[in-house]
């Protein structure tokens, strides 16, 4: 009897050991998947990280693209107010507006160069502000317009373009989508 109990209990350990290695095989495989190294993709469009310490606030998109203002208006974007570009180091133009209820800013460069070098830039050091503040989720920042409440915590670069995004980087990569249709 007692070779018996021992092995249900053995057969019992098993299939709980079983199911750890079948778990520890998907996260595997999941984790390997996802390679930082390459472009990552959000809903067909092309991304890839930036630097690795804004790697979760920041994204590179549609590098041929070249972008006016009527294409983000085309694409959903509400304009609200335009800003002086003083504030912005080699910006053509800069508007505030929404997208899907999320505050965001657009600035216009002459060509993706521009925007992927001076206007990465100066957005990181827009969205650094937060980190200075608290964290990567801080109490506020300001944008190009200094009056301005609005609290942005991610930035992405779109074409010749740059935006910078209320709460995420989800909510640019999302307007995004929509411009590379």
């Known amino acids: 009897m007692s070779n018996t109990m021992s092995r249900i209990s053995f057969f019992k350990h098993t299939r709980w050991l079983l199911l750890a290695l079948l778990f520890g095989v998907m996260v595997s495989a999941i984790a390997c998947g996802s390679n930082s190294d390459s472009p990552a993709t959000a809903s067909g469009v092309l991304a890839s990280e930036t630097d690795d310490g804004l790697a979760e606030v920041s994204r590179i998109l549609q590098p041929a693209k070249t972008l006016s203002l009527e294409d983000y208006v085309a694409a959903g974007w509400k304009k609200s107010k335009q800003f002086d ?8 133009d800069i508007w505030y507006g929404f997208f899907n209820a999320k505050d965001i800013e657009v600035r216009f460069f002459e060509s993706h160069e521009v925007a992927k070098t001076v206007g990465f830039e100066n957005a990181s050091e827009a969205i650094d502000q937060s980190f200075r503040e608290g964290g990567q989720f801080g109490s ?20 010749n373009t740059v935006m910078l995004c209320e ?4 909510s640019c990569i999302a307007l995004a989508n929509v411009l590379g249709k």
């Open 167 to 170: 709460q995420s980087v989800d």
């Open 85 to 92: 570009t003083d504030t912005v180091p080699d910006a053509n």
């Open 140 to 159: 506020s920042n300001r944008g190009a317009g200094s009056s301005a409440v609005t609290k942005y915590k991610a930035f992405a670069v779109v074409g």
